[in-house]
Structure formats: structure tokens, C-alpha cells
């Protein structure tokens, strides 16, 4: 398989945890983007990269959550001291920037609850 | 205001039934506008993708773009249980990337 791939699919934390996802995008894309999705909303943007390069945060991602992306392959979302609230899906997608027509692929997503 | 609304239904039409699905929005910045379908538990995947205003067919699938009236629609011809899925519209500015801006989502439901 040769899509966005994302791990774990499925993390249940106790509420002050740290929490680690991982997410390998299709291997010639160049941008990455996170997103997160609540139960019954369509996602909603957290921040994206070009290449290892953080270009853009949304104002959804507060001081407890840090993405990298070092060598401009995988991504890392990590969020520190988790709370409830915390709770949803999160999904990250790819894409070719240098295509006419940039379609986002997404992964399968990683499940995240937070007791 | 949301940027984009979309009634998030649900909506269940019997199989075979045309469906038409729609998304207004406020931003007249937006070029790119999306389909996405979302089975439970699953990441979106790209449906149909259109560029502007104008008509796009794929298949059963039909995309419809009005950026004079903000307005987007996705027709479903024939429709079949299979295609029982969350319907995501999405729209972008002028990179056609980069902060895709999501509607809520509508669940359809197409009953055998």
C-alpha cells in the first residue's frame, strides 16, 4: 500500500499524558498537513509543511501541541498534557505542490480519547 | 458564520434515487471546491475536484460550482447502498492546497 499511512489508528490516554502520532505521507509528496476531526464536523486544519519546513499553525493548535517533520519524509504530532477536549480523530494528508491540481491524500486517521 | 456550511442531514433516499448534495460558503476567494467521502471511521477520500465555476461528471458522480451564488452541488446518479458514506465538500484559495477550508459533512444513507 503505498497511501498516506498513520499509527497508532486508535490511543486511549489518561488526561495529562503526552501523546506521540506518527504519520508517513505518500513518499514524493512534499507538503503535509495536519488535521483534526470532533464527531459530526469535517476537519478542521492544524498546520501543514513544505517539505521539513512548518509553514503554517492554525490558531487550533495551542502551546501543548508541537508537529515536526526533520527530514521532510514523516511527521510527528505530539500533545503534552492531554485533556479531555483533546478527544477526536486525527488525520494527516499529503500532497504534490508542484502538480497543477494539488489534491490531499489522507491516511486512516488516529483515533485519539482521552479519559 | 461558518466559512462553509453544509446541512449535515442525514439523508436517506431509497437505491436508484438521484441525491443531491450542496455546500454554500462565504469566501469569494475560494477557486478550488472538493468532494470528499468519508466512510465511518475512515480518512476522506477525493471524489471529484473542479476548478472555478462549471460542471464536472464523473461517472454517476456530477460536480456543480456557481461562484456567483456561492454555491456548490454534487449529484449522485443511480445510487446504490454502497455509496452510504459522509459527503465532505472542501474548498481552497488559489493554490488549490494549503488550509482547505471543510463543511460539517452530510451522512447519506442509501437504503436497498
Known amino acids: 500500500d503505498t497511501g498516506v499511512s498513520q499509527d497508532p489508528r486508535h490511543k486511549i490516554t489518561k488526561r495529562g499524558q503526552n501523546v506521540t502520532f506518527r504519520c508517513d505521507p505518500i513518499?514524493?509528496?512534499?507538503?503535509l498537513y495536519w488535521y483534526r476531526q470532533t464527531l459530526g464536523q469535517g476537519p478542521e486544519f492544524l498546520t501543514y509543511?513544505?517539505?521539513?519546513?512548518?509553514?503554517?499553525k492554525s490558531r487550533l493548535l495551542s502551546d501543548r501541541f508541537s508537529a515536526e517533520r526533520p527530514k521532510g519524509s514523516f511527521s510527528t504530532l505530539e500533545i503534552q498534557r492531554t485533556e479531555q477536549g483533546d478527544s477526536a480523530m486525527y488525520l494527516c494528508?499529503?500532497?504534490?505542490?508542484?502538480?497543477?491540481?494539488?489534491?490531499?491524500?489522507f491516511g486512516p486517521g488516529t483515533r485519539l480519547l482521552v479519559l | 458564520q461558518k466559512e462553509v456550511e453544509q446541512d449535515p442531514g442525514p439523508l436517506s433516499v431509497p437505491e436508484g434515487a438521484i441525491v443531491s448534495l450542496n455546500c454554500t460558503y462565504s469566501?469569494?476567494?475560494?477557486?478550488?471546491f472538493m468532494w470528499y467521502r468519508q466512510y465511518s471511521r475512515k480518512g476522506p477520500e477525493l471524489l471529484m475536484y473542479?476548478?472555478?465555476?462549471g460542471n464536472k461528471e464523473d461517472g454517476r458522480f456530477t460536480a456543480q460550482v456557481d461562484k456567483s451564488s456561492k454555491y456548490i452541488s454534487l449529484f449522485i446518479r443511480d445510487s446504490q447502498p454502497s455509496d452510504s458514506a459522509t459527503y465532505l465538500c472542501?474548498?481552497?484559495?488559489?493554490?488549490?492546497?494549503?488550509?482547505?477550508?471543510f463543511g460539517a459533512g452530510t451522512r447519506l444513507f442509501v437504503k436497498a
Open positions: 494528508a499529503s500532497s504534490l505542490a508542484s502538480s497543477a491540481q494539488e489534491t490531499q491524500y
Open positions: 513518499s514524493e509528496h512534499n507538503r
Open positions: 509543511f513544505q517539505n521539513e519546513a512548518q509553514l503554517e
Open positions: 469566501n469569494s476567494a475560494f477557486q478550488y
Open positions: 473542479t476548478y472555478s465555476s
Open positions: 472542501a474548498m481552497s484559495g488559489n493554490t488549490g492546497g494549503f488550509k482547505t477550508i
